[in-house]
């Protein structure tokens, strides 16, 4: 799909937002679920890099700046509403959720509890405080 056709076909929320799924390209697991406008999808399209809208924070995120665990582009699909986009990518540096797991969704229910499904890939509290300083 040609960027200014996908561009075209995206259909934001009142707030100008998209969903955006990111998918591992070669296992099919949803790893994270987060929000574009149509600056970061843009930014996405034209550097491969997968590049997001942070509601919390208001600004431009592009994944793995601080973390170093970066999400390449392979595929990029709209659903049939045009508005939710699945990105199938390539997670670099093993996890793609900021709390240190491969995926975002490492909790599932279990007897009525959640139960964590995986370990940390890596600690948040020791990559994020080491790049801020």
């Given at each position: 799909?040609e960027?200014?056709?996908?561009?075209?076909?995206?259909k934001?929320?009142?707030?100008?937002?998209?969903v955006?799924?990111?998918?591992?390209?070669e296992?099919g697991?949803?790893l994270?679920?987060?929000?574009?406008?149509?600056?970061?999808?843009?930014q996405?399209?034209?550097?491969g890099l997968?590049?997001?809208w942070?509601r919390?924070?208001?600004e431009?995120?592009?994944?793995?700046?601080?973390?170093?665990?970066t999400q390449?582009?392979?595929e990029v699909?709209i659903?049939c509403?045009g508005?939710?986009?699945?990105f199938?990518i390539?997670?670099?540096g093993?996890?793609?959720?900021?709390?240190?797991?491969?995926?975002?969704?490492?909790?599932?229910?279990?007897?009525?509890?959640?139960v964590?499904?995986?370990?940390?890939?890596?600690n948040p509290?020791q990559?994020?405080?080491?790049?801020?300083r």
């Open positions: 799909m960027m200014n056709a996908l561009l075209q076909a995206v934001y929320d009142a707030n100008g937002l998209v955006a799924i990111a998918q591992d390209a296992t697991e949803i994270m679920v987060a929000y574009m406008n149509e600056a970061t999808l843009r996405t399209l034209e550097t997968m590049t997001y942070s919390s924070r208001q431009v995120w592009v994944k793995g700046a601080t973390s170093g665990h390449e582009v392979r699909r659903d509403d508005d939710v986009l699945l199938k390539k997670q670099n093993g996890a793609a959720c900021h709390t240190g797991h491969r995926s975002c969704f490492y909790r599932k229910l279990e007897n009525g509890r959640l964590e499904t995986e370990g940390l890939v890596f509290e990559v994020y405080s080491q790049n801020n």
